[in-house]
């Protein structure tokens, strides 16, 4: 079954959103560099390699539905962040702003009669409750711990251990 053109609008939208928050993750990422936290900053570019991961899970969606994929400009994030908390409150709050709009994807799939889309999107709602729920708990301990000294060096330490998470998404299809 063709995919329609609404849902292709939409799923384009969304490409664009996923690869925007991989960018906003990276620049997260240079600023905590300069910050002197290199933990922070693992975990950020983890981040925005997991982000790239989703556009491209819905880059295969598309095309392996024989839609055409429309990359759009992204705007270009902050470069300078307050403190670490106010960057992982930003974070946090752009997680929930993505939860909002896969919420939309899948309300676009459910009017379309998409039940493939649909399904597929199962996985990015059930990915968007763990995206906000780890960046809640570290939200949660930078209240906690403060932003200086000690407690802060041992969460930046703690981030330094986040390993990759590989998805099929992440590197091409070759079949």
């Known amino acids: 079954m063709p995919i ?3 849902m292709q609008a939409a799923l384009n939208q969304q490409i664009e959103q996923e690869f ?3 960018y906003l993750y990276l620049a997260m990422a240079a600023h905590c560099t300069s910050a002197n936290l290199p933990g922070f900053a693992h975990w950020l570019r983890l981040q925005s390699l997991e982000e790239t991961g989703h556009a491209l899970r819905l880059f295969d969606l598309l095309t392996d539905r024989g ?3 429309r990359l759009q400009a992204i705007p270009a994030p902050p470069a300078e962040f307050a403190s670490p908390l106010a960057l992982m409150q930003q974070a946090l709050a752009h997680e929930q702003q993505v939860s909002r709009l ?3 994807l899948y309300a ?3 009017q379309e009669k998409d039940y493939t889309s649909e399904a597929e999107l199962q996985w990015f709602l059930a990915e968007q ?3 906000e729920k780890t960046v809640g708990e570290i939200v949660g301990q930078l209240e906690l ?3 200086e000294g000690t407690a802060l060096f041992m969460l930046d330490r703690q981030l330094a251990e986040r390993s990759a998470k590989v998805t ?3 590197a091409p299809t070759t079949d």
């Open 4 to 6: 329609s053109e609404a």
């Open 20 to 22: 925007a928050s991989a």
């Open 67 to 69: 839609g055409q994929v």
């Open 102 to 104: 896969i919420h939309d």
């Open 108 to 110: 676009v799939a459910a």
């Open 129 to 131: 409750v763990e995206e």
């Open 145 to 147: 711990v403060g932003e």
């Open 168 to 170: 099929a998404a992440a």
